[in-house]
């Protein structure tokens, strides 16, 4: 058992704890008490998220805010307070949280097109609850996560230091990413010019972070708050597409198994507008199939990047991973690039 668990309110003695989950970034452990109560022991990753005590306030507030929306308990994550009051403790340094275990929930690392749907169902629901909270209290915990002309800033930055030798062989898909520059100024324009809200977002939209319901498979609880921060709702949506609507896994080889599915791209909308639809102004609406390229082009960026540095981002577990991520992403930007009306017209005939 581990001795941070003495720290925190549980109701009673913790009996059992086990590693849980198949998360990539903290260290989840499934903790089970003598009277039955089963919770979630976190290690918060502090390589990834470097201001532990601003990214569990962000939790503290928004979670705070979506329960006064929603009833079902099992609906919104519930962090078990520590018994000093705060609700983390830190260990050696170490940073700790632990949460309610939703009981009877399933979590899915992959979709069919049912749950995908009820994942836009949750994500927007998600948005919609909090459509009313102040994104200026939160806490921005990676800075410029998606300020894309930045991120174009960084990968010329990787060009001109070619750390890692590869530039000369990718010299193609540079050019790819240069040609498209002008459209990774589109939404920061328009948020600079008042046109796009700031919003919380979630910014990691993807299956896995959805608990659905184990007797119905409806969506219960949207989880892994750790990135929720200011930002603009159509890249929540466009990450969910970008991951949720390819229909090979984010780092095949074979390109010939890498499309945009536009029947997926349809799902997510109809399930995403059905829920938040009303609190997305027009602007936001009209720009969600630029999210969804925009979110594409930008990750395969950052692929490319990580790959002209020497993968020191991304896990890779092998040579050229992050560069086969990278033409993956640009697959489906191309793709999108040559269904884009049908994107636009997609969203306008789902609300
Ligand atoms: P990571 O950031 O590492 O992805 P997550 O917060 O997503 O961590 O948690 C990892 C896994 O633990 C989830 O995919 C889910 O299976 C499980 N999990 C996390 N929180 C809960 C919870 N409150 N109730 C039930 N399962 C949970
Ligand atoms: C990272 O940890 P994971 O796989 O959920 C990354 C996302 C990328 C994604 C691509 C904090 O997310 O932005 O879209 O990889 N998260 C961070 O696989 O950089
Ligand atoms: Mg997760």
Redesign the pocket.
């Known amino acids: 058992m581990h001795s941070v668990l003495s720290s925190f309110a549980l109701s009673c003695a913790p009996v059992s704890s086990e590693p849980y989950g198949r998360?990539?970034?903290n260290g989840t452990q499934l903790v089970v008490c003598a009277d039955g109560a089963r919770y979630i022991l976190q290690h918060i990753n502090t390589t990834?998220?470097r201001y532990p005590e601003a990214l569990m306030q962000n939790i503290e507030l928004v979670t705070a805010h979506l329960r006064k929306r929603i009833s079902d308990p099992r609906g919104v994550l519930r962090l078990v307070p520590a018994l000093d009051g705060k609700h983390f403790v830190v260990e050696n340094g170490e940073y700790w949280r632990v949460y309610e275990l939703v009981e009877n929930s399933v979590c899915y690392q992959s979709a069919d097109r049912a749950l995908f749907y009820e994942s836009a169902v949750a994500f927007g629901r998600f948005q919609n609850q909090l459509a009313d909270f102040p994104a200026e209290q939160l806490t921005e915990t990676?800075p410029q996560?998606?300020d894309t002309p930045v991120r174009y800033a960084t990968f010329r930055q990787a060009i001109a230091e070619n750390a890692a030798n590869q530039r000369d062989k990718v010299q193609r898909e540079i050019d790819f990413v240069l040609s498209r520059e002008a459209f990774a100024h589109t939404l920061t324009d328009l948020q600079a010019a008042g046109e796009l809200p700031l919003r919380v977002t979630h910014?990691?939209t993807?299956i896995?972070?959805v608990l659905f319901d184990a007797s119905t498979n409806k969506a219960l609880c949207v989880i892994?708050l750790?990135?929720v921060m200011p930002g603009l709702s159509v890249t929540d949506f466009g990450?969910a597409i970008?991951?949720g609507a390819s229909t090979a896994a984010?780092d095949e080889r074979d390109l010939s198994l890498v499309h945009f599915d536009l029947g997926l791209y349809e799902t997510y909308v109809r399930g995403y507008l059905s829920t938040c639809g009303e609190s997305l102004t027009k602007t936001e609406k009209a720009m969600l199939p630029i999210g969804a390229k925009m979110?594409t082009l930008e990750?395969g960026m950052?692929?490319l990047t990580d790959h002209l540095a020497g993968d020191r981002?991304?896990h890779v577990s092998r040579e050229g991973q992050n560069l086969d991520?990278a033409h993956t992403q640009f697959r489906l930007v191309e793709e999108m690039e040559n269904n884009w009306q049908q994107m636009h017209k997609i969203v306008e005939e789902s609300h």
Do not use: Q
């Open positions: 998360g990539h970034i990834v998220f990676i996560f998606h910014n990691d993807k896995n972070n892994d750790d990135t990450d970008r991951f984010e979110m990750c950052r692929f981002y991304f991520r």
